[in-house]
């Protein structure tokens, strides 16, 4: 079984793969303050639920692939990797581990290393050219070259923290939950606020999805344009650009990574 670990700036996504199928998944808050003792009694709590492996932490585990865009999250998961799957091959994804996709931007060290296992997995399962719109803190648009390359992207302010600012900076406006409204035309204030928000976002998605795919390649309708993270469901029915919706998108790329760089360790 391969334990995949994808820490973003919120959220923290965590996959267990049996071959090529992921079997169980969990999300947990990110937290910076979390010691790796911490950590590993985290994960001890969430697989000592699973049927397949065993009681003691490690126990069924024979690998793991981590990426994270918290410098203090991987440092401490560097720690648990080393402390309580000593024997378990790792692969933290950082520079120097064999992706298979070439970078092609002026500074590449400055990529999330998520954006690039993304594009791993789109490449694998898709091909190229695409665009992969991962709804997580940043919206984040990667584009990928017909050729299987990481040509750069566009980062934008992601829907929560779009909420929470207006709901802080809005004297009159409040926090809400991310829902679909009624209709576009709200009736009150806080579906006035989730058609802002839902509506906005599905038209800033069309609107950078279809500039990049007419950047990307000479005919736009050859680029498939992929949905991840974990508010994604919130735009895919309102947006007419996006092809594929895959909600485990980054954890398939971790899995792919690990398998291109373990032969190597």
Request: charged residues 20%; contains cysteine; glycine residues 12%.
């Given at each position: 079984?391969?334990?995949t ?173 991310v ?16 058609a ?25 309708d ?36 690990y398998?291109?760089?373990?032969s190597?360790?």
């Open positions: 079984m391969l334990l670990i994808d820490v973003g700036n919120t959220h923290t996504v965590l996959g267990l793969f049996d071959g090529e199928d992921i079997v169980e998944h969990w999300r947990i808050s990110t937290d910076a303050r979390r010691t790796a003792d911490e950590l590993a009694v985290l994960l001890q709590g969430l697989m000592g639920m699973h049927p397949l492996l065993g009681d003691e932490l490690g126990d069924g585990i024979d690998g793991i692939a981590i990426c994270a865009t918290v410098p203090s999250v991987l440092h401490e998961l560097r720690e648990v990797t080393r402390r309580y799957y000593g024997d378990v091959p790792a692969v933290l994804v950082e520079p120097g581990v064999k992706t298979g996709v070439p970078i092609l931007t002026d500074h590449p060290k400055e990529v999330g290393a998520d954006r690039i296992i993304n594009a791993v997995a789109a490449v694998e399962l898709y091909g190229g050219p695409a665009i992969v719109v991962d709804f997580g803190t940043a919206t984040t648009f990667d584009a990928v070259s017909a050729r299987g390359e990481y040509v750069g992207g566009v980062i934008a302010p992601g829907i929560e923290i779009s909420v929470e600012a207006l709901g802080v900076k809005g004297a009159q406006l409040r926090k809400i939950e829902a679909r409204p009624r209709s576009v035309i709200g009736k009150n204030t806080v579906e006035a606020m989730q802002g928000i839902v509506y906005g976002f599905a038209g800033q998605v069309d609107g950078v999805v279809n500039r990049m795919a007419r950047e990307l390649a000479s005919d736009p050859d680029v498939t344009v992929i949905a991840t993270g974990g508010l994604a469901p919130m735009v895919l029915g309102e947006s007419s650009v996006i092809d594929e919706h895959e909600p485990w998108l980054t954890l398939m790329g971790l899995r792919l990574v398998e291109r760089n373990v190597r360790m």
